[in-house]
């Protein structure tokens, strides 16, 4: 198989990575044009083969398959005939060069990426305040952002599209810590951070025991409703920046901007039971994100 024929094959496969897994990002980038949508595409091919080996396997190989693929990623960004072992990782060094984006940022996602795995020397079972999480957030969502924000292409300020591209990483970060909270109990980890949790009286202990029982006490829903708030002032410094992308992409990632921050209103519709069911945007509710979107991009 030629380089060519490899690498659109790459490109198809996070494709289908990314609509098999990402279904409410995929259906945001459908808005988005051909080139800039198999970038992305890209992005979220590798970062789903990363988070599959740190959170999907088990055993000590885990930091050595990190490295192996950092090694491979850097082979492939500064020769443009490496041929990588993984499609995802041919499809994202080809995404890098077409549209410039800085390689650090990937180096600052895969180190992210170690401090989820025991066997290193990063590793972080439980983040006890909001800037130790946020030192996290940097590689696991800030960088995606960073990464975007090329492929999506920008107007105006390139200073203040940047502050509102990290900003929008990490609302999508802490929502999904917010909706997942139970599933990560079961992986050993506690992203909500503790210090913050503990002004509303809440511990690791009762967020076990929640995870065993189901109830949601009113210090939870307290807790809950404090870290929301925290991920809609998220959002609310990300949703200027919108309109600083280029025009074609503005539509794209207001649809996924709406459909993800309505994943906090269906936390709070379904009483704060995040320990134990999975808040998810209904099926037309999503559509009519994507439609609102359409709507609002005649303004422009």
């Known amino acids: 198989m030629t380089m060519s024929v490899r690498l659109a094959a790459a490109y198809a496969h996070c494709k289908q990575l990314t609509a098999t897994h990402g279904r409410t990002y995929y259906?945001?980038?459908q808005l988005l044009s051909p080139a800039r949508r198999s970038g992305v595409y890209a992005l979220y091919g590798f970062a789903r083969m990363v988070d599959d080996i740190v959170d999907t396997t088990t055993g000590p190989d885990r930091l050595q398959q990190l490295d192996d693929i950092e090694a491979d990623l850097h082979a492939a960004l500064a020769r443009p005939d490496h041929r990588p072992r993984h499609l995802e990782v041919l499809a994202v060094a080809d995404t890098a060069a077409v549209f410039g984006i800085p390689h650090e940022y990937f180096d600052a996602f895969l180190r992210s990426m170690r401090m989820d795995l025991p066997d290193s020397d990063h590793y972080v079972a439980t983040y006890r305040s909001m800037t130790q999480l946020r030192g996290y957030m940097y590689g696991s969502a800030s960088v995606i952002g960073l990464q975007m924000l090329p492929i999506l292409g920008t107007v105006g300020d390139v200073a203040t599209a940047t502050t509102a591209a990290r900003a929008?990483?990490?609302?999508?970060?802490?929502?999904?810590?917010?909706r997942d909270a139970g599933e990560d109990l079961d992986r050993g980890r506690v992203y909500l951070p503790?210090?913050?949790?503990?002004?509303?009286?809440?511990?690791?202990?009762?967020?076990?025991?929640?995870?065993?029982?189901?109830?949601?006490?009113?210090?939870?829903?307290r807790a809950l409703a404090h870290l929301i708030a925290i991920t809609r002032a998220e959002y609310r410094l990300?949703?200027?920046?919108?309109?600083?992308?280029?025009?074609?992409?503005?539509?794209?990632?207001?649809?996924?901007?709406?459909m993800y921050r309505a994943i906090l209103d269906h936390v709070e519709n379904g009483g704060y039971r995040v320990l134990t069911e999975r808040a998810r945007v209904p099926t037309p509710a999503?559509?009519?994100h994507i439609v609102a979107a359409l709507v609002h991009r005649g303004r422009f």
């Open 194 to 221: 503790t210090d913050e949790l503990a002004v509303f009286g809440v511990d690791e202990a009762m967020l076990r025991r929640c995870r065993r029982n189901g109830q949601v006490p009113p210090q939870l829903r």
């Open 27 to 29: 259906r945001g980038t």
């Open 238 to 258: 990300a949703e200027p920046g919108i309109e600083l992308l280029a025009p074609a992409s503005r539509p794209g990632i207001r649809a996924a901007f709406t």
């Open 168 to 178: 929008l990483g990490d609302a999508f970060q802490l929502t999904n810590f917010i």
């Open 286 to 288: 999503r559509a009519g």
